[in-house]
């Protein structure tokens, strides 16, 4: 852990907060993510090792606590009341993000995995005109292993899976990783991306036509643009 060797609160919730991927576990945490392989999906680039190091750093700070699992065989994560405390920080960094910096996406920042883990938990499956749905995405642009995603929906619940689940597919869509990201941060509507012929969908009508309703959208897809930061800070003397 780093020390700014300061007793300002600022220094002091940076010395726990401020190291790489911390931040990003407790946005996991809060959006719902409870064990460890779930962790890992939410943060794809980060090592295994990092990560349990980053959760045992955050439980002896008082953030979380490792619990056992209902089924006893596993463990889970949760938040402490001093984690919880921090959603308002997290939620303002995301609108703060969205807002200035949304416009320097470049190619690094493209991760079909996150992108469909997060599309995941966010879908409005009460929407859905059906109780059972297998949704298919092709991105063909997307690095090898990381083209096909399946959403398999069933009985209120969502699993993703990066392998032919071997069951019949409802809807296909089919579009570059970059447009899809689009999408789903607010850039670029559903029916933008289908008239200019950037995103194809291929299924029955009930489930094209209310589409926009339960593919849901990120968090921060709201949030207007505010601008491109600038490339270089004025120096006043």
Not at 84 to 109: F, V, Y
């Amino acid at each position: 852990m780093m020390r700014y060797g300061q007793f300002c609160p600022v220094a002091k919730a940076l010395e726990l907060l401020a190291e790489r991927w911390t931040l990003l576990i407790i946005r996991e945490l809060l959006m719902g993510s409870r064990r460890f392989n779930d962790l890992k999906r939410g943060v794809p680039l980060m090592s295994p090792s990092m990560l349990s190091q980053r959760l045992k750093t955050l439980a002896g700070g008082g953030i979380l606590v490792r619990e056992r699992s209902p089924d006893f065989h596993s463990y889970e994560y949760r938040l402490t009341r001093a984690g919880e405390e921090l959603k308002p920080l997290i939620m303002q960094l995301g609108t703060w993000g969205q807002r200035w910096s949304r416009s320097s996406l470049e190619s690094h920042d493209l991760d079909a995995s996150l992108l469909m883990w997060d599309m995941r938990r966010n879908l409005h499956i009460d929407k859905l005109p059906q109780q059972h749905a297998v949704i298919y995405f092709d991105f063909p642009d997307a690095p090898k292993g990381m083209r096909r995603w399946w959403l398999v929906v069933d009985e209120g619940e969502v699993d993703l899976c990066f392998e032919d689940p071997g069951v019949e597919v409802d809807l296909s869509l089919s579009t570059s990783l970059r447009t899809m990201t689009r999408i789903w941060m607010g850039d670029l509507s559903l029916a933008q991306a289908r008239t200019q012929g950037m995103l194809k969908v291929l299924g029955p009508a009930r489930l094209v036509r209310c589409l926009g309703d339960w593919l849901g959208a990120s968090t921060f897809a709201h949030v207007p643009a505010g601008g491109a930061l600038a490339p270089k800070a004025l120096l006043v003397e």
